[in-house]
C-alpha cells in the first residue's frame, strides 16, 4: 500500500515538475500574443475611434493579462511588476514601446506602431514555437522521468 | 437663502476645480494661493510662471506668489510636456486636433491655449510639435452677471439675437454660461450650446443640449437640422463663414446668442464679416473688477454704424 501511494506520488511529481516549467514558455506566449493584439487595437483605435489609452486598456479584452498589468503600472508611475519569465530584452523592449505610447500625435503613433509591429509579431511567433517545442518536451521528459523512477521503486 | 444657495455653488465650482494635470512642484504652489482670484497662468519654457491674479501680473514660487521675477518657479519644458500628457489622459494622439486649431481642455472646462512649432503638409498644420507655451485660463463662474441682459429678454418677452462683444479676457465665456443657466431655469426650451473648445462643461440643464468640439460648419448645418433648437448659443464669431452661418440660422427662426472679439461697437461693425442687421442687442463687456462686467448695452435702433 505504501509503495503504491510513493509510486503515485513520484509520477505526479515529476509531471507536475515537468508543467511548472513548460508554463514560462506558455506565459512567455501569452504576453507576446496580447503585446500583440493590444498593438493592434491600439493601430484601429489611431484610425477610427480614438479613444485615450486608460479607455482602451479598460476595454480591452484580456484585461487582467500580465502585460495590461505591467502597462498600467507603467503609466501609473507604479513600481515595475517583475515578471520571472520575461528575460532582460522582453523588458527593454516593452520599456521602448511604452515610454513612446501615447505621448505623440497620431501620425507619428502610427508610424511607431508599424516600426513594433514586425518586431512584436517575430517576438509572438518565437515565442510560440518555443511554446511547442519546450511544453511537449518537458511533458515527455517528466513523463518518462517519472517512469523510470517508478520502474526503479518497484 | 437664495444667496447661500449661489455662494454654495460658487465655492464648490471653485474647489471641484482640478490642476492635478500639473507637475508636484506647480500644483503644490498653486494650492498656496486663492483660485478664486486666479485669472490666467502662463506657462514659458525657461522662463518663470506667470499668473493674471486679482487683476496684477505676479510670478509664482514655491509659496505662492511674488513680485519678483528671479523668485518665480522656473517652467522647464518637461513640465509642459507632463502637463499636455496628463490634460490628454495619457493620449496626445486623441486630441491632435485640438492642439492643431491651438488649444487643449481639461474636464473641467479649463482651456489651455498652446503655442510652438507647426508641422505642415500639403499646407494643413497636421499636429503642433516642441510646444513651449501654455495659456491656462482659468473659467470663473460669476453667478447672476448676466441678469442685466436676461432682465430685457424678459421685458421684450421674446429672445433678442444678441451679440456679446468685448477684448479677449473680459468674460465673454462666463457671460455667456450663466445666460445658459438662466435660460434653462426660466423654462425657455430647447437651448442648443454649441462648444467648440470644451468650456462649457459645468453648464448643463434639462432643456439644454450642448455639441463639443465640433466647427460652426457642423454645427449650424447638421446639429442645427438635427436637434432643432428655438435658441443657440455659440462663442467667438471669428470668419465671414461663422457670420453667414448665424445669418441663416436667423432667417430659419432660430434665436441666436453669441459673442465676438473687439474693443468697442465700432470695431465689430468695421469687421469685414460684420452683417448689419443681424443683431438686434449688443452687449459690451469691460474689464473693472470680476469677469463678465457688462459697460454697455445697445439696441439694434441705437447702433450708429462708424
Known sequence: ?154 | MEFFVIILYFVTYILLMNFDFFPAKIFNAISCIDVDKLYNIRLRVNEPINLRYNNQMLFLNELGLTKEYSKGITCLHKDIEEVIYNVTDKSIYAFNSNIVNGFLTTKDGIRIGVAGECVFSDEKVMTIKNISSLNIRIPHLVPNCSERIFDILIREKKILNTLIISPPGYGKTTLLKDLVLKLNDSNYEDILVIDERGEFSSVCGRHVDTIKFCNKLYAFNIALRSMSPKIVITDELCSCDDWLYVKNAINSGVKIIASAHAGTLNEITNKSEYINGLFDLYVVLNDYGRPGCIKDIVFKDELKLG
Not at chain 1, 125 to 133: A, F, G, H, L
Request: net charge positive; glycine share 4%; with cysteine.
Open chain 1, 1 to 154: 500500500m505504501g509503495k503504491t501511494i510513493v509510486v503515485i506520488l513520484t509520477f505526479g511529481l515529476s509531471i507536475l515538475i515537468s508543467y511548472l516549467l513548460s508554463l514560462k514558455h506558455v506565459k512567455l506566449h501569452n504576453f507576446y500574443l496580447d503585446f500583440f493584439t493590444f498593438n493592434n487595437c491600439y493601430e484601429n483605435q489611431l484610425s477610427y475611434s480614438k479613444n485615450t489609452l486608460p479607455s482602451i486598456i479598460e476595454k480591452f479584452n484580456n484585461r487582467d493579462s500580465d502585460f495590461i498589468e505591467l502597462l498600467r503600472r507603467y503609466m501609473d508611475n507604479r513600481e515595475v511588476l517583475n515578471l520571472s519569465y520575461l528575460k532582460d530584452e522582453d523588458y527593454l523592449l516593452f520599456n521602448e514601446y511604452v515610454s513612446t505610447l501615447g505621448k505623440t500625435d497620431e501620425y507619428s503613433q502610427k508610424q511607431f506602431i508599424q516600426n513594433y509591429k514586425g518586431i512584436i509579431s517575430k517576438n509572438l511567433e518565437n515565442s510560440e514555437v518555443s511554446k511547442k517545442r519546450y511544453c511537449a518536451l518537458y511533458i515527455k521528459l517528466g513523463f518518462f522521468i517519472g517512469l523510470t523512477l517508478v520502474i526503479l521503486i518497484l
